[in-house]
């Protein structure tokens, strides 16, 4: 059976766009595949953080994961920390990539840019997220558009690893939804909707009650056209708009397009904040239901358990290929 990995991280409150680019697909792939899904805790360090709000995060977004449909009876589900290996080969692939292909990550440039103060480990990051992919030798990971460029590094780490010290690694696909693989930010349509954005009416989050949803809905931004048309060159905002419609009603954006033919953009808008709603409203109930019972913990206890016993595997063979002296030798 093949296998999937993927993670997110704990830093600030998830949104539809973490939805939509990647906890949908999850839930899809997790009955086909072996599936390991982490909340990447040692990833969100790499920018200031305050420990309370990483551990709660950390909790939220496993619960997240469940309410949104993740069965630990079909897939691993643990804290990246718990996992001790990750940290090891992390160093390891950095070790493999070179600083010229870490400076070309468009993410690092964008997290740095105009910054007096940038973490080394902000820095090395992309090593790190392939000793996750690498560390289950997945063959798929499900992202969103934002993280193509880490798949490629991903893959000539693994490619380079296999040609210096022989065949080990998989190189691993990338998994992009066709529609939604970058849902952009409300306030502009040229940016990526993004949980760090400090302007909270810039994007949905996954907990936003009705009330907000609602109001960030109405206010978003729309170009001045009066059509609701797909059209993301020349309509960027509205294009955006009739994404979320798609993803949320299951209707295709010609669909979306043909039910709104002719009436005003505020229908549209209103409508859409009611789909919105009414899609996150479950995902919403089972996540307060699974926080008040703490059944999380035991879950990513087992999840962590299971996914160390493969992830030693996998680093004592890429030790013993590189040259590590086993302890007793
Ligand atoms: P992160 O935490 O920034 O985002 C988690 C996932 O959500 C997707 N995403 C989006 N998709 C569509 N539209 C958006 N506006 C949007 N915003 C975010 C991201 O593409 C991602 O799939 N480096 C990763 C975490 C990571 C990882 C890994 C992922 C660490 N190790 C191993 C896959 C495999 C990150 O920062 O994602």
């Known amino acids: 059976m093949k296998t999937v990995l993927s993670g997110i991280q704990p830093s600030g409150l998830l949104t539809i766009g973490n939805y939509i680019g990647a906890i949908k697909n999850f839930v899809e792939l997790q009955n086909e595949y072996n599936c390991y899904f982490m909340v990447v805790d040692l990833h969100a360090i790499t920018v200031a953080q305050d420990p309370a709000a990483l551990r709660e995060a950390s909790e939220s977004v496993a619960a997240l994961y469940l309410a949104a449909g993740l069965d630990p009876s079909k897939a691993n589900i643990f804290l990246q ?8 080969l992390g160093w390891i692939m950095t070790t493999l990539a070179s600083m010229g292909e870490l400076e070309r990550m468009t993410q690092f440039k964008d997290k740095s840019a105009g910054k007096e103060n940038v973490g080394a480990g902000l820095f090395v990051y992309p090593a790190l997220m392939a000793a996750d992919i690498l560390m289950y030798n997945a063959d798929v990971v499900p992202v969103g558009d934002d993280q193509k ?98 993803q949320f009603s299951g209707l295709s954006l010609a669909e979306v397009a043909d039910k709104f033919e002719g009436q005003m953009y505020g229908t549209f808008k209103k409508d859409l904040a ?17 926080r008040q019972t703490g059944e999380v913990r035991d879950i990513l ?17 890429v030790k013993d290929k590189m040259g590590f002296l086993p302890k007793g030798f």
Not at 275 to 289: F, K, N, T
Not at 301 to 317: D, F, M, S, V
């Open 81 to 88: 920390s718990h996992v001790p290996q990750h940290a090891e």
């Open 149 to 246: 460029q880490h798949l490629e590094l991903t893959r000539d780490l693994a490619a380079r690893f296999n040609h210096r010290f022989g065949e080990f690694f998989t190189l691993p696909e990338p998994y992009i939804p066709e529609v939604g693989a970058r849902i952009m930010s409300l306030d502009d349509g040229t940016k990526k909707m993004s949980k760090s954005n400090p302007n909270t009416g810039s994007y949905i989050a996954l907990l936003d009650p009705p009330s907000v949803i609602r109001k960030k809905i109405s206010r978003a931004t729309t170009d001045s056209g009066r059509e609701v048309q797909y059209d993301p060159a020349n309509k960027p905002e509205v294009s955006n708009l009739m994404t979320i419609y798609s």
């Open 274 to 290: 009611e789909v919105v709603v009414a899609g996150l409203e479950p995902l919403q109930q089972r996540y307060q239901e699974i």
């Open 301 to 317: 206890r087992q999840g962590a358990q299971n996914a160390q016993a493969a992830a030693e595997k996998i680093l004592t063979g």
